[in-house]
C-alpha cells in the first residue's frame, strides 16, 4: 500500500495560509501598513478602489529593499524580523511570521516597487497567484509601493462571500485608523475611489485622535497616566458624560499593537462603575508599554489576541488608573493653576490712586414728590366677550406629548384607566384587565407614523443650517442613505469634517438629531452586509425608539386614553418592530386562579 501523506505544493499551502492571515481587503491593507511602519516610513499613503476589490495600493518612504529581498519577500516564513526561537520573546515589530505577503500573491496579481536610498535604479516584480511573472530594474522613488489588484481572482468562492463595498470599505478605515493612532509621528493618507477621506499630519496623540474622530472629541478627552514596574499606562478616556450609546470608540494597544481583550475592557467598565448611564459606552483610547517577554502575541493569525504572563495585575493596574484620571477629572477646575501666559503684560492688581476722596452723597431738601402729582393711567377697556376666554381656557389641555390629540371620548370618561408605577397603563375590559407597556406601545405608533409619512417627505427648514461633524468613515456609510433620510423629513448635504443640516422633520430638534444619527450608524455597520436591510425602516425604528415616552413619565388620563386609541389603530398593536410585546391581557380566570 502506497503512502499516504505528503508534502503540499507551495502555491496551495499559501492558498491555505491566506485563508487565515487575507479574510478579506481590509486584512491585506493591514499587514501592508503594519510593513510600511516596520520599514520606518514616516508617509504612507493608502489608495483603495471599489473597497479594495479592484485595487490597493500602499506607498511609504520606509527603507526599501535590495533585488534579492524583494523577491524574498514573497516566500513564505521569509522575514527580517526575527533569526531564532528567542526572538520570538522579545518582538515590537508588526510583523514576524513572514506569511502576510506570500498569502497576498498568492490570491491577487500584485505589482512591487522598491529602491533603496543608496541605489541608483530600484526592483519591480509582477506576481500572480505566487507564480513570478517578472521582475527587472524601474525607476522609482526611495521606499516601496505595493499593488494588489482582483483580490481573490483565483479564488471565486471566497471573493463571492465579500460583503458589499460599504462593508468592506468601513472595515477598511477601521484598520487604517488603528494603525494612525499607533503611530501620530507619521503622517497618514487613506484615498478611496479618488477622494481623499484621511489626511492626518504628524502629531502628538490628542491631535491624532481628534484629527481620527473629529474636532468634538477634543474637549471630551481626559488623559490617563500611571507607571509600575510591570506596565506603563498611558492614553485618553472620555468623559462619562460624553460616553454613547453605541460602542466604536474603544482601543487597546499593547507596545503600540491594536488588541481586543474583554479582561481589560471589564476593567475600564468598572472604573467607570456609577459614572455612566445605563447602556452608555465610554471613549478609550489606552496605551500599555509591557516587556515583550511578558506577553504572547503569537496566539491569533490576525494578532489581535495576547496573553499577558500577569493579567490580574495589569488590570488592577488600569483600573487604578483610569479612576485617578476620574478622580481629577471630576475634582480639578478644567483650567490649569499655572498662570496663563496670555494674561502676561496685563495688571491684575492695579495700585490705588494716591488722591482717593469717599463718595458724597447729594439730594435736594427741597423736593417733594407729592406737590406734582401724575395723572392716573386710563383703564384698558373690557372687550366684548370677555366670558368665551374662560371658556377656551377651561378647554385647554396642559402639555399633551401626543400631538394632534382628537377630544375625548364618553366612552373613555367612564373607562377606568390608570398608571402603574409611571411605566404601565392598566385599563379595566369585559374579559379582565389590559396593562400596556407605554415604552413600547409609543414606540410601535411613532414607527407606524414615520413609515407613512416616507412618501410625503415634509421638510421643516431651519433658518440657520449648522454643520453635525463625523468621521469621515461614518460619512461614507451615510452617503447610501441620504436619499431613504431625505424622504422622512431630513435635509442633510454632506461637507467637510460632517454633514451640514438644512431641514429637519417638523416634530424634532436639532438637538435630538446626533443620537438619533449616532444610533442609525451602529445599526448600519450591524446590519449593512444584509440583503434584507432598508435603511428607511431602520430609520423608522431609530426615530421612533429615541422619540418614545420613556419609562418614569407620568401620564394624563387623556394621554393615557389617546395612546390606547392610537396603538389599536395601528396596522400591529401587539409588539414593537423589534418584537417585544406593547400589551398583556389578563383574564378574570387568570387573576382568580392567583387566589388558589
Known amino acids: 500500500m502506497s503512502d499516504l501523506i505528503r508534502l503540499l505544493p ?27 511602519v516596520d520599514a520606518g516610513a514616516t508617509d504612507i499613503r493608502v489608495v483603495v478602489k471599489d473597497a479594495g476589490k479592484t485595487l490597493l495600493q500602499v506607498i511609504d518612504n520606509g527603507c526599501g529593499m535590495s533585488p534579492t529581498d524583494a523577491r524574498m519577500a514573497f516566500e513564505r516564513h521569509a522575514t527580517s524580523k526575527i533569526r531564532d526561537i528567542n526572538d520570538l520573546f522579545s518582538i515590537r515589530s508588526f510583523g514576524f511570521r513572514g506569511e502576510a505577503m506570500a498569502s497576498i500573491a498568492a490570491i491577487a496579481q500584485v505589482e512591487l516597487r522598491t529602491r533603496r536610498h543608496d541605489d541608483e535604479l530600484g526592483t519591480g516584480i509582477h506576481i500572480e497567484a505566487s507564480e513570478i511573472k517578472s521582475q527587472e530594474p524601474v525607476q522609482c522613488p526611495v521606499g516601496t509601493q505595493i499593488l494588489v489588484k482582483n483580490l481573490f481572482f483565483n479564488v471565486p468562492a471566497r471573493r463571492n462571500f465579500l ?20 503611530q501620530p509621528q507619521i503622517a497618514f493618507t487613506l484615498t478611496h475611489n479618488t477622494a481623499d477621506l484621511y489626511r492626518l499630519r504628524p502629531g502628538n496623540l490628542r491631535q491624532r485622535i481628534v484629527a481620527v474622530m473629529g474636532d468634538q472629541m477634543n474637549s471630551a478627552l481626559v488623559p490617563v497616566e500611571e507607571k509600575t514596574q510591570l506596565v506603563q499606562v498611558g492614553g485618553f478616556i472620555g468623559k462619562p458624560t460624553q460616553a454613547r450609546k453605541t460602542r466604536g470608540q474603544q482601543y487597546f494597544f499593547v507596545n503600540n499593537r491594536y488588541i481586543r481583550d474583554g479582561y ?11 459614572l455612566l448611564a445605563e447602556g452608555s459606552h465610554p471613549a478609550y483610547f489606552l496605551f500599555l508599554e509591557l516587556d515583550p517577554r511578558r506577553i504572547d502575541i503569537n496566539v491569533h493569525p490576525t494578532k489581535t489576541e495576547i496573553k499577558f504572563e500577569e493579567e490580574q495585575a495589569v488590570y488592577a493596574i488600569l483600573q487604578s488608573a483610569i479612576r485617578r484620571a476620574l478622580s481629577q477629572y471630576n475634582v480639578a477646575p478644567t483650567l490649569d493653576f499655572e498662570r496663563e501666559t496670555g494674561l502676561d503684560g496685563l495688571d491684575l492688581y492695579p495700585k490705588a490712586p494716591e488722591d482717593v476722596r469717599p463718595p458724597e ?20 377697556a373690557v372687550p366684548d366677550g370677555w366670558q368665551d376666554f374662560y371658556q377656551i381656557a377651561a378647554q385647554s389641555k396642559q402639555n399633551n406629548i401626543f400631538p394632534d390629540s382628537p ?8 373607562q377606568q384607566v390608570f398608571q402603574l408605577h409611571q411605566r404601565f397603563i392598566c385599563a379595566q375590559i369585559k374579559s379582565g384587565l389590559l396593562l400596556i407597556d407605554q415604552n413600547a406601545a409609543h414606540e410601535r405608533i411613532l414607527y407606524e407614523r414615520y413609515l407613512h409619512q416616507q412618501q410625503a417627505g415634509h421638510i421643516q427648514t431651519l433658518l440657520f443650517p449648522e454643520t453635525l461633524p463625523l468621521s469621515p468613515a461614518d460619512q461614507e456609510l451615510l452617503k447610501p442613505v441620504l436619499a431613504d433620510i431625505r424622504k422622512l423629513g431630513f435635509d442633510l448635504q454632506p461637507a467637510e469634517g460632517g454633514l451640514t443640516v438644512l ?39 431609530v426615530l421612533a425608539r429615541f422619540g418614545a415616552v420613556a419609562h418614569g413619565k407620568t401620564l394624563e388620563k387623556a394621554e393615557m386614553n389617546l395612546l390606547i ?7 400591529q398593536p401587539h409588539f414593537t418592530p423589534g418584537g417585544k410585546h406593547t400589551l398583556v391581557k389578563l383574564t378574570l380566570e387568570e387573576i382568580a386562579r392567583r387566589f388558589v
Request: proline share 6%.
Open 10 to 36: 507551495d502555491a496551495l499551502a499559501n492558498q491555505i495560509a491566506a485563508g487565515e492571515v487575507v479574510q478579506r481587503p481590509a486584512s491585506a491593507v493591514k499587514e501592508l501598513i503594519e510593513n510600511a
Open 163 to 182: 460583503k458589499k463595498n460599504e462593508t468592506e470599505f468601513r472595515n477598511i478605515a477601521e484598520e487604517f485608523m488603528r494603525v494612525a493612532l499607533a
Open 264 to 274: 481589560l475592557h471589564h476593567a475600564v467598565m468598572g472604573a467607570f462603575n456609577g
Open 361 to 380: 452723597i447729594r439730594f435736594n431738601p427741597d423736593y417733594n414728590p407729592f406737590s406734582n402729582p401724575r395723572p392716573a393711567a386710563p383703564k384698558a
Open 407 to 414: 377630544e375625548e371620548t364618553e366612552n373613555h370618561q367612564e
Open 503 to 541: 431641514g429637519l422633520p417638523g416634530d424634532l430638534q436639532l438637538s435630538d438629531l446626533a443620537p438619533v444619527l449616532e444610533e442609525l450608524l451602529e445599526q448600519l455597520r450591524n446590519q449593512q452586509d444584509k440583503a434584507s436591510l432598508r435603511s428607511r425602516d431602520q430609520l423608522a425604528r
Open 565 to 571: 386609541d392610537q396603538l389599536f389603530a395601528c396596522e
